[in-house]
């Protein structure tokens, strides 16, 4: 547990200037709270207002600094409803602090509505940059260095996430994905089917005591759960490797790039015959979009990008008519 005064000692920490009438939005420790930086005590202490995800969870921050603010909730759907008292907070020239409860807020966490209608208010709004789950694993996974897509939590139906994540999969970068604990068994069971192979960093209560990150492929994290009592409680991060390796060199990766940008011409000889007459039978009757989910799945085939495809098809299908 850390130890904090109510106000940050000057001689140790330069003292930040914030703007009166501003929105502070607030990077909290995703376990340990020694992670909470100098920058952000100083925010949520100068924060007259704190509009928190959940204050219960938020009042172990509190207890730690030595504070004890006025709070709001944004918890799920009342977000909306905390609006008022924001912007009339900020009206009166105060300032107010934007906390979740564990991470940086509108991050798979509430708060955008927020930030989107301070700003639209015309209010100064300022981040206080901090922990971050996915980053923290990204860091200690020793994936090569690439895109990273950042989705959060899947669908709760299974078929939807199901589909999500298999849409997902065909993306030429890494995934990162946040699951609950009641979660886990079946997103395991999901990744295990839909990409076996696939190599897999699994960050489970990270910075917390009991934090475990483990590197192997898809098809292991299904035993891997069952190998320990009690290992699915907790929160977990994934991150799952892109099966598109970088080149070797930096010439080679420009060439990748400039060839990425080009697709759209070279699209057709990049095609077995099958997949494309498959994929305009597909277009008679749906779009683009689900004529490509489709063919992904009836073909197995996630290496093509079917969607680049489906709109060049609809494209060159649409050119005559238009002229």
Request: charge should be neutral; hydrophobic fraction near 40%; proline fraction near 7%.
């Amino acid at each position: 547990m850390i130890t904090l005064s109510h106000e940050p000692d000057p001689e140790s920490h330069k003292l930040q200037h914030f703007p009166d009438a501003c929105l502070l939005v607030v990077a909290s420790p995703i376990g340990n709270l020694s992670d909470l930086s100098p920058r952000a005590v100083q925010a949520l202490c100068h924060a007259s207002l704190i509009a928190c995800e959940d204050a219960r969870v938020s009042r172990k921050l509190f207890d730690a600094l030595g504070i004890r603010p006025d709070t709001v909730s944004i918890e799920q759907h009342r977000e909306t409803q905390a609006l008022p008292k924001i912007l009339a907070h900020l009206t009166a020239g105060k300032r107010c602090a934007l906390l979740s409860d564990a991470g940086t807020p509108a991050i798979s966490d509430p708060g955008f509505r927020v930030v989107a209608a301070v700003r639209e208010a015309g209010f100064v709004v300022l981040p206080i940059p901090g922990p971050s789950a996915f980053v923290a694993l990204a860091s200690v996974s020793g994936f090569h260095a690439g895109p990273i897509w950042f989705e959060g939590f899947l669908p709760q139906r299974e078929q939807a996430a199901a589909l999500r994540l298999s849409a997902l999969l065909a993306l030429r970068a890494h995934l990162a994905i946040y699951e609950a604990p009641h979660r886990i068994t079946k997103t395991a069971k999901l990744l295990a089917k839909l990409a076996p192979s696939r190599k897999l960093c699994v960050g489970r209560e990270l910075t917390k005591r009991f934090e475990e990150s483990v590197v192997f492929t898809a098809q292991d994290l299904p035993k891997w759960l069952e190998s320990t009592s009690h290992r699915e409680r907790g929160e977990f991060s994934l991150l799952i490797a892109s099966d598109h390796k970088p080149s070797s060199s930096s010439e080679d990766s420009q060439v990748d790039r400039d060839d990425e940008v080009q697709a759209p011409t070279k699209t057709e000889a990049c095609y077995n015959i099958e997949g494309r007459a498959l994929l305009e039978a597909l277009l008679t009757a749906t779009a683009p979009a689900q004529a490509a989910r489709l063919a992904q799945r009836l073909t197995k085939d996630r290496k093509t990008d079917w969607y680049q495809m489906a709109v060049t098809l609809r494209a060159n299908r649409e050119e005559p008519a238009q002229k």
